[in-house]
Structures are given as structure tokens and as C-alpha cells.
């Protein structure tokens, strides 16, 4: 069954995801908007003339009206984060143009499933579920999807081992208040601490071992990169599109993605990411790892600095 996504945002993030869609074969249409309908025409043409080395699939520019019988929605729409700006600072103004473009698209893809990348993430998905009308499982803010992967890729190259072996998750805001909960952490199956202890590895010399160094390295690789490039756009690509693609799949998947909170962990009214459920229908249910007295005094924290942050906001 061929699948349709719209894209709101025609950017170095927005069509970095409406290529790394074409190339993976993850939608039979595409539809790219943007206020700037030059460059959404543009980047559209360039990915399209690519398109007869790929599978299948028609993509283009278009209106609001085009969105008509999407199943994903993804906004990545919203002015970028500047070198030394934190995602906070966007607040409002990328709040302002969520409340300017929500009812024009919830008007044509009233069914679809909204997944959200632009930054502050967790608010813009906070405000989404509170003006939209469309029900919270099919809202999703990208959240820490890429965190935890930047955690996951750093803590592969620590211990020499394939990414996939790695289960660690950064929780919270995606942003200053994020935390990893290192007791849950494990590597194929052994827990992080006692991982080393028990490898037989010849002959192999591993680094010194950095809880705070892993954990720095994740907080700072977005501004990093940033100062070195001016804006990331590659790894959230294929982390959205991780998200697509379970969306299209047909088993649930448990990923670090921002949504409404109901008394998990003693937080309410606010989005964050914790361990939830995804599925073909959206956010289907959540895990929730065992944490700490120290990990649970963090996330509650990283909950109410978005909550002080959505106090100061014109929603």
C-alpha cells in the first residue's frame, strides 16, 4: 500500500528527511511546504531527478490542500537554533508559527499522524495536543530519539561494539534538563557497570571509561556541530525517519520519543520523553525503566523546567 507524508518545512532538516525518504523507499508521495515555495520547488526537483535510481514514488511542492490523505505529518518548520542560542530561547516565536499553521493543515489531514521535529520540540508538541483537536496517540515530537542515539553511538565506540548491542536511553527534555539513567543502562544484556568485568577480549585495549565525558558528549554534539557547520540536519533525518518507518511497519517499536505525560514518574501536563511505545496507530504505551531516587529527582526536574517555560508562553 503506497503512503503518503507531508512535510512542513522545506529546510536543510525538511528535505534532508524527503531524501532520505526517496532513497530508503519509506512513502510512494511525498508532498514538501514551505513558505519559501521557491526553494520547496527546488529541493522537490532535486530529489526528484534522482528518483528513477530509487524506488517508486512521486514527489513534489505543493499547498496546504495538498496534504489531503496523509498518514504522517512532520513539521520541522520554525526559525533555527543560532550558535550559542539554546532551543528555549525559540520559544515563542516557533510557538507562533505552530499557532499559525495548525488549523490550515489539521484542515486537510485531519487523520494523519503528526510528528514533530522542530525545536523547543517538547513544547511545540505540548502546544500542538493543546490547539489541534487531534488525539494526543497521534502526536509525536521527536524528542530524544536523537540523543539516545548520539549516546548509543558514543558508548559503541567506548566499549568496541556494535550500536545495536547498545541499550541506554537519554530521558527528559530534549534539551539543558535531559539526563541518561545510567542504572538502566546495558550492553547485550549485561548491565553498563559490570559489562567490562565480565568480557573475555584479548588482546584489545579500551579507553579509560567516562560516565561524564559520554554524558557531555551527548549534551553538546547539536551545538558542536552547529559552531563547525551551522545547523545538523543528517542524524535527525534518519531518526525521523526511523520514526516513519514504524509508523509503516507492522510491529511496535519502544523509542525515546516526546509525548503527553499522565502521572508517569509523577509528571503531568507536560511533553517529554520517556520510553514509549510506537506503533502503526502511534503512541500506543510506554516502559517505564525503574529509576533511582537521584534519575527520578532529574526527570521530574526536566519537567518542570518545561513547565516553567509553557508558564511564560501566549499559547
Not at 490523505?69 to 550558535?83: E, F, H
Request: glycine share 8%.
Amino acid at each position: 500500500m503506497s503512503r503518503k507524508v507531508t512535510i512542513i518545512g522545506a529546510g536543510s532538516v525538511g528535505s534532508t528527511i524527503a531524501y532520505t525518504m526517496a532513497v530508503n523507499g519509506l512513502a510512494g508521495e511525498v508532498v514538501m511546504i514551505d513558505i519559501n515555495t521557491s526553494k520547496a520547488l527546488g529541493e522537490a526537483m532535486d530529489i526528484r531527478q534522482g528518483t528513477p535510481f530509487c524506488a517508486p514514488i512521486q514527489i513534489y511542492a505543493g499547498t496546504y490542500a495538498d496534504a489531503a490523505g496523509s498518514d504522517v505529518v512532520i513539521v520541522t518548520s520554525g526559525v533555527a537554533r543560532k550558535p550559542g542560542q539554546t532551543r528555549i530561547d525559540l520559544a515563542q516565536t516557533n510557538v507562533n508559527i505552530i499557532k499559525s499553521l495548525t488549523p490550515e493543515i489539521v484542515k486537510y489531514a485531519p487523520n494523519a499522524i503528526y510528528v514533530f521535529v522542530a525545536n523547543p520540540v517538547d513544547i511545540l508538541t505540548y502546544v500542538f495536543n493543546k490547539i489541534s483537536g487531534i488525539p494526543e496517540n497521534r502526536i509525536i515530537g521527536s524528542g530524544t530519539i536523537l540523543d539516545t542515539a548520539r549516546l548509543r553511538s558514543r558508548l559503541a565506540e567506548y566499549m568496541s561494539i556494535s550500536q545495536k548491542n547498545v541499550h541506554a536511553y537519554v530521558l527528559g527534555e530534549h534539551g539543558d534538563s535531559s539526563f541518561v539513567p545510567w542504572s538502566c543502562a546495558q550492553i547485550a544484556s549485561v548491565k553498563l557497570e559490570d559489562y567490562r568485568k565480565g568480557l573475555n577480549y584479548r588482546d584489545h585495549v579500551y579507553p579509560e571509561f567516562s560516565y561524564d565525558e559520554i554524558e557531555q558528549y551527548m549534551r553538546t554534539s547539536g551545538a558542536k556541530i552547529i559552531g563547525r557547520k551551522g545547523a545538523t540536519f543528517y542524524a535527525i533525518a534518519i531518526s525521523v525517519c526511523h520514526i516513519v518507518e514504524v509508523l509503516f511497519g507492522s510491529t511496535n517499536t519502544v523509542m525515546t520519543v516526546s509525548s503527553m505525560m499522565h502521572g508517569e514518574y509523577g509528571l503531568d501536563d507536560v511533553c517529554l520523553s520517556i520510553p514509549f511505545i510506537v506503533g502503526p496507530e502511534g503512541i500506543c504505551g510506554n516502559i517505564l525503566p525503574p529509576l533511582t531516587d537521584e534519575e527520578l529527582v532529574k526527570m521530574r526536574h526536566s519537567g518542570d523546567v518545561l513547565k516553567g517555560v509553557i508558564a511564560q508562553l501566549d499559547i
